[in-house]
């Protein structure tokens, strides 16, 4: 049996995420109370109508108990040999404030108290703060639409395989802050920065002109070979402690030269033994990377 379990921010995409999975098949529940997991699990299990897929929504209009025995809950079903994901989505509180403002809905928190918007918000993190430590996978929906996020649920969710790792590599602007599901962040603002030349301004680290300029800079190939060594020294030990995701976010002033150039070239370096995808945060571009012998290393 395959368990899905979906929290996070109210706002952030939940409902988004939990019509996703019921579209491929899974046998879909929103707002479950965190108690009945094991009894949902011996229903769908042992009577009538057996699943085999299970897709849960478990927010902060559970009873507080609950939240705080959540990591214990999680323990036990997996102890029962149940293949089971926390998927935990989350959101820039700007944004969510603002997505909050456009619908009019009120937030959950305030139905039955005097909290503000923003309270609430607050509260919710807290409330949530147990399952978001224990998540398997974080997605910041800040910057997504409707559409990348029910394909990122379709990916890196449905298509869940244990044991394999997918290493997502994400370049971004530190101007426009530091990625949310970031798992670990390396800063290239230290490298020679093309923005400085008019004529190179136009172009991003994707683009011939960008790519030769900086690999005319031995910085540059000196840290994107850092990075690499880095991570070929302990990816291997993510896997074994049974990571199935890992985002390793590069970050340079605005996110369009140096970190597009080096999230470039080491996704093409790591997608001859990992799957990998490819994210520029403020390009907008979303993609899978193919293992291309012939690419440079």
Known sequence: MQLVIISGRSGSGKSIALQALEDLGFYAIDNLPAMLLDALIDELQQGEAKRTSIAVSIDARNLPAALKRFPSLLEDIRARGIQCQVVYLTADVKVLLERYSATRRRHPLTRDSEMTLAEAIDSEETALSRIHDIADLVIDTSQLSVHDLRG???EQVAHHSSGQLMLTFESFGFKRGVPLDADMVFDARCLPNPY??????????RDREIIEFLEDYPDVTALANDIRDWLERWLPAYLASNRSYLTVAIGCTGGQHRSVYLTEHLARHFSSHYRVRLRHRELGIHTAVEDDADAPA
């Open 152 to 154: 990122r649920i379709a």
């Open 196 to 205: 400085w030349d008019p004529r190179l301004r136009k172009f991003n680290g």
